[in-house]
Nanobody
């Protein structure tokens, strides 16, 4: 069982920035892919960004050029730097981890609200 603990959510005005972090209880270099997903009220959960253990990334089109995902493999921690935030980025953001041994694990979610 892998536990994920997210931090860094909050409220910000449009154009502002936030940085999310997600730390795992997994052993060093045991996680293959880590990522961030989000779910807005009344909508399905969607991929925001994810990163492989080798550093390969992919992003949702809606966040390209504004968000940057990174990870510290030694700490099994993933980060999401969010810049130029828009009201439509408002959602609960969930961390996800996929160990090499299989399965998928989720954090409890952190609220991001972008509003003037």
């Amino acid at each position: 069982q892998v536990q994920l603990v997210e931090s860094g959510g909050g409220s910000v005005q449009p154009g502002g920035s936030l940085r999310l972090a997600c730390a795992t209880s997994a052993g060093t270099f045991t996680i293959n892919t880590m990522g961030w997903y989000r779910q807005a009220p009344g909508k399905q959960r969607e991929l925001v960004a994810r990163i492989s253990v080798r550093g390969r990334t992919n992003y949702a089109d809606s966040v390209k050029g504004r968000f940057t995902i990174s990870r510290d493999n030694a700490k099994n921690t993933v980060y999401l730097q969010m810049n130029s935030l828009k009201p439509e980025d408002t959602a609960v953001y969930y961390c996800n981890a996929e160990p090499f041994t299989g399965g998928t694990f989720w954090g409890q979610g952190t609220q991001v609200t972008v509003s003037s």
